[in-house]
T-cell receptor, first 109, second 111 residues
C-alpha cells in the first residue's frame, strides 16, 4: 500500500459546484499534513495546512480524520481558476515529506 | 520577494554530460530539498539538507550529488547524465510551520 493515496481523477465539475477530495495515509505516526495546488507544468504551491480540528480558508475547508487515517479538502463555489492538480502531502517526521500523486480538478463553464 | 530561485528553467543534455542545477533561497531557511517529478508521479526526494555543511540522501540519490556551503545555496549536480534523469526538478525550502516553498522548477531532457 502506498504511504499516501489519492484518487487521480479527473474530477469534472461545473462552476459553482462543491467538490471534495480525500487522501489516505498509511501510518498512524502522523505529524503534519498539507494540501498543495499544482498548475500544469508549474511548481506546487501551498494551499493550506491541515489542523486536527479542521480549518477553513475562504471557500476551502480541510479536515483530518486520524481514526480513519485520511484528510479531506472541500472546495465550495468552484471557480474556473480552481482547475489544477491538488497534492496531499504528509509530513511524518522532522524532515521527510510524502507526496500523493495528486487529484486533477477541472471546473467547467 | 524572491523566495526560492532555480536556474536554469530548461536544459537539454546529451547522454554522459554533466551539469549543475542551481537553487538559492532568501528566507534564511535551514532545511532545503531537491525533488524530481516524473509525469503522473508524486515528487521523489533526491537529497536534502538540514543546514550549511550537512546533506543527506533521499529516496532516489543515485546519479546526483549536492553540496551546501551556505544557508542560501543548494546546488544539485548531475554526473554522467542518463535518459532516466529526464524529469522536472524542484528545489524547496522549509518554513517555520513545516510548509515547503518551491522554486519554479528545472525541466531537464537527456537525449
Amino acid at each position: 500500500r502506498k504511504e499516501v493515496e489519492q484518487d487521480p481523477g479527473p474530477f469534472n465539475v461545473p462552476e459553482g459546484a462543491t467538490v471534495a477530495f480525500n487522501c489516505t495515509y498509511s501510518n498512524s505516526a502522523s505529524q503534519s499534513f498539507f494540501w498543495y495546488r499544482q498548475d500544469c507544468r508549474k511548481e506546487p504551491k501551498l494551499l493550506m495546512s491541515v489542523y486536527s480540528s479542521g480549518n477553513e480558508d475562504g471557500r476551502f475547508t480541510a479536515q483530518l480524520n486520524r481514526a480513519s487515517q485520511y484528510i479531506s479538502l472541500l472546495i465550495r463555489d468552484s471557480k474556473l481558476s480552481d482547475s489544477a492538480t491538488y497534492l496531499c502531502v504528509w509530513g511524518p517526521g522532522t524532515y521527510k515529506y510524502i507526496f500523493g500523486t495528486g487529484t486533477r480538478l477541472k471546473v467547467l463553464a | 520577494n524572491a523566495g526560492v530561485t532555480q536556474t536554469p528553467k530548461f536544459r537539454i543534455l546529451k547522454i554522459g554530460q554533466s551539469m549543475t542545477l542551481q537553487c538559492t533561497q532568501d528566507m534564511n531557511h535551514n532545511y532545503m530539498y531537491w525533488y524530481r517529478q516524473d509525469p503522473g508521479m508524486g515528487l521523489k526526494l533526491i537529497y536534502y539538507s538540514v543546514g550549511a555543511g550537512i546533506t543527506d540522501k533521499g529516496e532516489v540519490p543515485n546519479g546526483y550529488n549536492v553540496s551546501r556551503s551556505t544557508t542560501e545555496d543548494f546546488p544539485l549536480r548531475l554526473e554522467l547524465a542518463a535518459p532516466s534523469q529526464t524529469s522536472v526538478y524542484f528545489c524547496a525550502s522549509r518554513g517555520l510551520a513545516g510548509e515547503l516553498f518551491f522554486g519554479e522548477g528545472s525541466r531537464l531532457t537527456v537525449l
